[in-house]
């Protein structure tokens, strides 16, 4: 149980699960000609699953002094796990997510495409080892990954079937894609902002150059409402344009209640957020916002499809 926690096994579940709801509620949906058999697509899903675990392992192992101070109760290195197991573990998992991602690169006949697994296992490492404590740039990198964990799969599902004959259908759903990606990228980038205001006391301690730490609390809440209002606005543009006016009732429903109205709790807490205790909640409120916000992708396609 404590090495599920270590990996954070819910994060990972969730992540799983985005990646199946772009395949199976979205992708073969709208009967464009994917490039992987479900074989194909489970070592994708499980190679980002592997290098993500990874990556929470090599953070942990590098914040073990931080999370001391910001989370005691989550410590598990040091006390449950080695820190030499704990490189074992970082080691086995990284390595068979990068290898499965070098497997799938060849049987799609683009062996280039591997070079894509190893450089977000390097990112995570430099991510956990440096970046982080640099403010902004680790926020921006983490948001980045996760915005990557959907591209991919246009990479390898829908890229190399690309032809002449069907390059507007498939463009097309590349950049329905890519707006999910958006999404996913700047509210998890103001996820991060908020995780650095909830461990703003032992990153102080830790000489950690956060945005909270150089700018104060109250200014980076600010600026992470700010950043958080544009996505809200956008969605309501989008709901009433291409919602609401083609009469996609179930679509606006769902949007308004699980994405829309969550977005608006989140920007009024987080301008009257002062306490960790307020940050830990908003954190875990968009969390389930990118989740229920990727959900919103099979929602209105089958909303789309079948019109009722």
Known sequence: MKFLQLIRYKNLFLLALMQLIFRFGYLEQIKIPLSMFYWQYALLVLSTVLIAAGGYVINDIFDQETDQENKPNEVFIGKYISESNAYTIYAALTITGVALGFILANSVSHPNFAILFVLIATLLYFY????????????????????????????????????????????????????????????????????????????????????????????????????????????????????????????????????????????????????????????TLLKWIIFFGILSIAVVTFNIKYHV
């Open 128 to 283: 956990a080892s440096t970046l982080k404590q640099i403010a902004l740039i680790g926020n921006i990198l983490v948001a980045a990954l996760l915005a990557f964990s959907v591209i991919i799969i246009g990479i390898f599902d829908i890229y190399p079937n690309t032809f002449e004959v069907n390059q507007q259908q498939m463009a097309v759903a590349f950049s329905i894609l890519m707006d999910y990606a958006k999404f996913a990228f700047i509210v998890n980038l103001v996820r991060e902002i908020v995780k650095d205001c909830e461990d703003i006391k032992g990153d102080t301690l830790q000489e950690m150059r956060t945005l909270p730490v150089k700018i104060g609390v109250a200014k980076t809440s600010k600026a992470a409402f700010l950043l958080l209002l544009l996505p809200t606005l956008y969605l309501f543009y989008y709901l009433n344009n291409y919602l609401f006016s083609n009469n996609l009732y179930y679509g606006t429903i769902y949007m308004l209640i699980f994405v829309i109205a969550p977005l608006i709790l989140c920007l009024v807490r987080l301008w009257n957020a002062k306490e960790k205790s307020d940050f830990h909640q908003i954190s």
